[in-house]
């Protein structure tokens, strides 16, 4: 009698059980979290100094959901999602773009360089420290001025140009003349002035005066000023 072959014949493909493969809910947790979408639809909002209730009139939305969206409580479709877009006239893809690293960088004081501002630089007007390699982005210059005392040394006088310039004073008393009016600005004082003024700045007294100058080339209020965005229509 013959021996019965008794090896197993292949499963055809087709019959074979597919393998099953099941997403961590975790690890999308983890996608949704790092995309931040409350915070930057909240971010856009503030921005536009928009309320929740404008927002959700502009989007067909209700109020109650865009907070609990922004607080992350709930997630937004990608319907919705749209709809946001539009009012802020972004892309989708903003939603998913990665954040921006933090950043990080100190400037110390001997690799500063000290530059006579003025016609003479014998006689400057004052001296300036720039920490604008800081900051090569944005609209933002700040710098640490010496203001020298004397009538030998002149006035500083700003170029007039649209913006905002803030003033603290580290030591000695700086002379501010405004539009013929003068202000004695000591130790600790803060002055927060429009770029397109009429301005001139000096040293009072015997003593140098040191001053710390922040330059914004764009007035806050502009960058606040909530634009018109073309209404959204709620779908049915």
């Given at each position: 009698?013959a ?6 014949m292949?499963?055809p493909?087709?019959l ?28 856009l ?8 209730v ?18 992350g409580?709930v ?12 009012v802020?006239g ?6 998913f ?12 004081k ?13 006689s400057?007007?004052y001296?300036s ?13 700040p ?19 649209p913006?905002?310039?803030m ?9 501010l ?5 003068t202000?004695?600005?000591q130790p600790?004082d ?8 009429p301005?001139s ?6 003593e ?19 634009r018109?965005p ?7």
């Amino acid at each position: 009698m013959a021996a019965q072959n008794t090896t197993p014949m292949p499963t055809p493909a087709s019959l074979e059980t597919p393998p099953t493969f099941s997403v961590d809910p975790n690890a999308a947790e983890g996608l949704l979290s790092a995309a931040q979408l409350g915070q930057r639809i909240k971010r856009l909002r503030l921005k536009r100094s928009m309320g929740l209730v404008e927002l959700g009139k502009q989007t067909g939305l209700s109020a109650s959901f865009l907070s609990q969206l922004e607080t992350g409580r709930v997630v937004p479709t990608l319907r919705n999602l749209a709809r946001i877009s539009l009012v802020f006239g972004k892309d989708l893809s903003y939603f998913f773009e990665p954040t921006e690293q933090a950043i990080f960088r100190v400037q110390r004081k001997n690799s500063r360089v000290r530059l006579p501002q003025g016609d003479n630089p014998l006689s400057p007007d004052y001296i300036s420290e720039s920490f604008g390699i800081l900051i090569p982005e944005g609209d933002l210059r700040p710098c640490r001025a010496e203001f020298l005392p004397g009538d030998e040394h002149d006035a500083f006088i700003p170029e007039r140009k649209p913006g905002v310039e803030m003033v603290y004073v580290l030591s000695g008393e700086l002379r501010l003349t405004r539009r013929n009016e003068t202000y004695i600005l000591q130790p600790s004082d803060v002055l927060y002035i429009s770029s397109d003024t009429p301005r001139s700045y000096h040293a009072e007294g015997k003593e140098a005066a040191h001053a710390l100058l922040i330059t914004f080339d764009q007035e806050p209020s502009e960058l606040r000023r909530p634009r018109k965005p073309a209404p959204v229509r709620a779908e049915s």
